[in-house]
DNA sequence: TTTTATATTAAAATGATTACAAATTAAAAA
DNA sequence: TTTTTAATTTGTAATCATTTTAATATAAAA
């Protein structure tokens, strides 16, 4: 499963597996949502009541550095993080915030053109939608 | 000229043409690249020794709300801004941080899954590259 | 020219993130 | 199992970006 694969990651690391990072890995591969560093937070003050936030960041440093989990710049405002690294786009809802997985296929590569391509040693991809989901529409 | 279009169309709204608002059009509209909050305000101190980050702050979110300006959400370290309104994307250098402008016909609103589309209002697309630019390359 | 509503400024407040040093602990070695 | 050691966690303080606020200045209408 996930988290032991990300147990192994950290030890092949030579980082030590602490109780607070397993902690960080279980809400991680347990929620399908794209949590910010505040989620993560207030997850672990629940299990363990003293845990600083420096220990989030750090945690989420580490994993970000190791690729097995993604920042997400959708938005300025927040930043998120998805355990799922496969190619996938994302859609926001701009009114509430929620982030939905997009899987598609065809994922645009080919709309890089050649004079753009050969200038740069292209590393990553990443397409964002924005919109208002069927919740915030009625809402409004 | 744009800059006389960010004029009416802030006179057109109420608002109040000074000559610190003038100078943020004029450099906006002056340079090809993707300023930053700190970009502007550097020029504008060269021109209004006195004026407030908070001047910058208001005008740059007020050509956002008007749809003159976009953020542009490709890294989180960084804010930029794009006075170019066109549907375009951007490729960024991971090292320098350089931000640059690609034009193509194909942008890929066809990777929105039809069960996707019918949950959202679309607003917007956008779609980011990211790599390492021939500077970086070579220096490395 | 006067008036008035809006904009600018400077300073303080807020919020997110990072840096730091002391105390704790995982895990290797004995 | 116990000891040792280096890495980690914690709490605090520092930093940086952004927003708020209230007083002052000013664009533009009257």
Redesign the pocket.
Known sequence: MQIERMIRR??EA????????VAIFEYLYTTTSHP???DIYAYITGR?P??????V???L?TMVGLGEIEEIAIS?ER?NFDPDTRPHSHIMCVKCKRIEDIYTDNLSENCLPESVRKRYRILGQRIYFYGLCSRCVAEK
């Open positions: 950290f030890r030579g980082l030590k597996i602490t109780p607070q990072r910010t560093v505040d363990f003293s845990v600083s936030l420096t220990t960041y750090n945690t440093q300025h930043r």
